[in-house]
């Protein structure tokens, strides 16, 4: 077990006295964090460089939950990623760590068992080509277009 793994569960256990979760961390003063994007969070010295939610509870508690997996599948092609995930549905675009955007795979077609075939088309159209990216990103919501504009600059190519 890595040291992140057993100091999460040790700062879970001394929140809530129970290991039944350690993929969610109360985010405290003490706990070194650096915000990614909107309510995404990067924890300091996560081994797996996961990325992680925050949650508010009705009593005004917030919590990071881990939004990325280190089980899921990555395939990646410099600063670009593409995920799938446990059932092999869908696939989640990385540029830098940071989701872009998530295509279901029945709408291309694709069964779970050709989802690598997916992966690696869409990660060389990605990877190679600018126009793909502009299509993408025209395509999500303008707020988030306009966060990743200023996260990413070389996207305004």
């Not at 504009?149 to 070389?154: A, D, I, R, S, V």
Request: one cysteine or more; aromatic letters at 10%; glycine letters at 4%.
């Amino acid at each position: 077990m890595s040291n992140l793994d057993k100091l999460l569960i040790e700062l879970h256990s001394k929140r809530t006295g129970s290991l039944d979760n350690v993929q969610r961390v109360e985010k405290t003063e003490d706990l070194k964090i650096k915000k990614v994007a909107f309510d995404v969070y990067k924890i300091y010295k996560d081994q797996y460089e996961g990325l992680w939610t925050l949650e508010k509870e009705a009593d005004g508690s917030e919590f990071l939950v881990r939004a990325s997996n280190p089980q899921y599948n990555y395939t990646k092609e410099g600063e670009w990623s593409v995920a799938n995930d446990y059932d092999h549905s869908s696939v989640t675009v990385n540029y830098k760590g940071i989701p872009i955007c998530s295509f279901a795979c029945n709408d291309f077609g694709v069964d779970s068992g050709n989802i690598d075939i997916l992966k690696k088309t869409i990660l060389e159209k990605v990877s190679s080509d600018n126009e793909f990216v502009s299509k993408v990103l025209s395509e999500q919501n303008p707020n988030k277009v306009t966060a990743l504009l200023t996260t990413f600059p070389e996207f305004k190519k």
